[in-house]
Every structure is written in structure tokens, then in C-alpha cells.
């Protein structure tokens, strides 16, 4: 009986195989198969350059992110909460009745209220 | 007993805990010990996903998905953006333990006995005998069970409205600290 929840997993757990495999062998084709380059320092100078029509890169790569990208993720991970909330209460959602709907209406006024409040402040515009 | 017949030995159950098992501490030891502060947030991922292994042997599906979606797919997301936000995080490479490593390793130790001391007490020596049984209406239909106690005044329904109001003020602290006070200068962000 116990092992009957592990054989319902057991698609995931393949599908999490492949990919490890899959994630592993790539890069291991990669490194034994192809050319192997010479170190930034050692070959010329314009071998690590961009190809001919790309632009040539200017500053570092990992610069600070602008901080309205914070702002979103941290919109998303609310919204990620309440799904997770509205999930359980969907599935029973017949069962539940008017006063269900009730508990859930109150529950999204004042999660929504904070949305609007966002949106009112005009912290969704990207600019 | 040899290590042989004592891996033969376990059950498959046995087998996917010890790996989970693994991933966490490992993936969670490279966390305190990696001196790259952004390797360290994608290592706290894989320990994510070890513990949503650990809840699946525990029969609570809804959360390991809970935990998939919101500490895997969220929660990382948001700290390898505030570490991507916070200026020279990415690059600098320190060592990550600090004067209060000591206080930080006893308070590690004491929240680890306090809890263990509770599930002891709670299920006595059936803790390590096996895992506490699970009802079998809750292993059939554990979603729908837990959508009816939210909305039920006798069970979760006032949690559960208390819990908008967490997520509400939690949206407005994060809000006012990465409120737009002054226009930076891209160029200015380079320095």
C-alpha cells in the first residue's frame, strides 16, 4: 500500500532522470567532442570577440538589476501564494456553497485591494 | 549485517527518503559554506527540492507541490533577484561566516533538539519505528478536505482570511522599500 504512492510519483521520478541525464550528457558531449579552446589570456584577442555582425559588448554582464524587477517578483510570489490558496478551494468548490464563495470573496477584496493599490500608484507602468 | 545486504534490504520508500535526504543536507551545506552568495541561492533550490521529496514520502502531495511551486518556482526567484538588485552581490566572493557563527551554529543546534524533543514526546518511539499513519479519506481526496476547512468557521476560516491580510501587508512593506524615491542614472549604476 505505501509503495503504491512512490509507483503514482514514479513518472516524475523518471522525468527528473531524463533530464539529469540529458542535463549531464550535453555538456560532457560538448567538452570531449569539440575543439578545445585556449585560455582567454592565451589566444588572440579576437577569438573571444563577438562574431562579425554582433555588437561589441560594453561594461560588465553582471551589473546591479534596476530594482522595479524586485517589485514584480515580489508581485509574483504573492500571486503565486493565492493560487496555491485558490487550488484546494476550487476543487471543492460545489460542495462549499454561497457561504464559500462568501470566505473566498473576502479573502480576494483584500488581497486585491493591495493590487489596486499598486496599480493606482502606477508601480505596474514599466517604463 | 554488510553494507550489502543492507542496502538490498530497504524498501524503495527507504531508498527515495535517503536520497531526498541527501540532496537537502547536501544542497544545504553548500549553502552556509559556498562563498558565492548567488551559487549559495541556486543550491538553497536544490534543498528545496530535496524537502518536496521528503514531504512526497510523507504522503502530503499538495505539499510538495505547494513546495515546488511557491519555494522552488517564487521564493528562490525572489532572492536571486534581490541578490541581482543588491549592488556588487554578484561578484564578490567572502567568506561566509561571520563573528556570530558560534551563536548562529548553537541556535542551529537547539531549534534541531527542540523539535526533535516535541516529535518524541508527541509519538513517543513510533517516530523511528515507522512513519505515523495517514487516514486513508485524507490520502484520497487531501486537496478537496483541505478546500472545505478553509471556508469552514470551525476549522480555517478565520486563518484563512487572516492569511489575506499577511499577504496584503506583505505586499505593501515590500512595495515601500523598493519604492522609486529618485531616478538613477543607468550609467550611474556602473560606478
Known amino acids: 500500500m505505501e509503495n503504491q504512492i512512490l509507483i503514482d510519483y514514479l513518472p516524475i521520478a523518471v522525468l527528473f532522470g531524463i533530464a539529469l541525464f540529458f542535463a549531464l550528457l550535453i555538456p560532457a558531449l560538448s567538452l570531449s567532442l569539440g575543439p578545445k579552446p585556449k585560455p582567454i589570456d592565451e589566444a588572440p584577442i579576437h577569438k573571444y570577440m ?31 501564494v493565492d ?18 464563495l462568501a470566505v473566498m470573496g473576502l479573502f480576494m477584496f483584500l488581497f486585491l485591494l493591495g493590487d489596486l493599490w499598486v496599480w493606482k500608484k502606477g508601480l505596474l507602468e514599466w517604463e | 549485517m554488510t553494507f550489502l545486504t543492507f542496502l538490498t534490504s530497504l524498501t524503495s520508500e527507504q531508498v527515495v527518503f535517503i ?16 562563498r558565492n552568495l548567488f551559487h549559495a541561492a541556486l543550491a538553497l533550490m536544490a534543498s528545496f527540492l530535496g524537502v518536496a521529496g521528503i514531504y512526497i514520502t510523507l504522503d502530503a502531495g499538495f505539499l510538495a507541490a505547494a513546495q515546488l511551486l511557491v519555494y522552488i518556482g517564487a521564493i528562490s526567484i525572489l532572492i536571486i533577484f534581490a541578490i541581482m538588485v543588491t549592488r556588487r552581490m554578484m561578484q ?14 548553537f541556535v542551529a543546534v537547539a531549534g534541531f533538539l527542540i523539535v526533535a524533543v516535541v516529535i518524541l514526546q508527541w509519538f513517543g518511539g513510533e517516530a523511528f519505528a515507522a512513519k505515523p499513519p495517514v487516514a486513508p479519506a485524507v490520502l484520497s481526496n487531501a ?16 486563518p484563512f482570511i487572516v492569511i489575506s491580510i ?23 549604476d556602473e560606478a
Not at chain 1, 493560487?83 to 464559500?100: C, D, H, K, T, Y
Open chain 1, 83 to 100: 493560487i496555491i490558496l485558490l487550488v484546494p478551494w476550487a476543487i471543492s468548490f460545489r460542495q462549499l456553497g454561497m457561504f464559500g
Open chain 2, 19 to 34: 536520497l531526498a535526504s541527501i540532496l537537502t543536507i547536501g544542497a544545504a551545506l553548500v549553502v552556509v559554506t559556498n
Open chain 1, 50 to 80: 563577438p562574431y562579425e555582425s554582433g555588437i561589441v559588448a560594453i561594461g560588465e554582464a553582471q551589473r546591479r538589476l534596476p530594482v522595479k524587477f524586485y517589485r514584480i517578483a515580489v508581485l509574483f510570489i504573492l500571486f503565486d
Open chain 2, 166 to 188: 499577511l499577504l496584503l501587508a506583505a505586499l505593501i512593506g515590500a512595495i515601500y522599500i523598493a519604492w522609486p524615491r529618485q531616478r538613477i542614472d543607468p550609467a550611474e
Open chain 2, 92 to 105: 564578490v566572493s567572502e567568506s561566509p561566516f561571520n563573528s556570530q557563527r558560534g551563536l548562529g551554529f
Open chain 2, 143 to 158: 486537496v478537496a478536505a483541505l478546500g472545505v476547512s478553509f471556508v469552514n468557521p470551525n476549522a480555517f476560516a478565520l
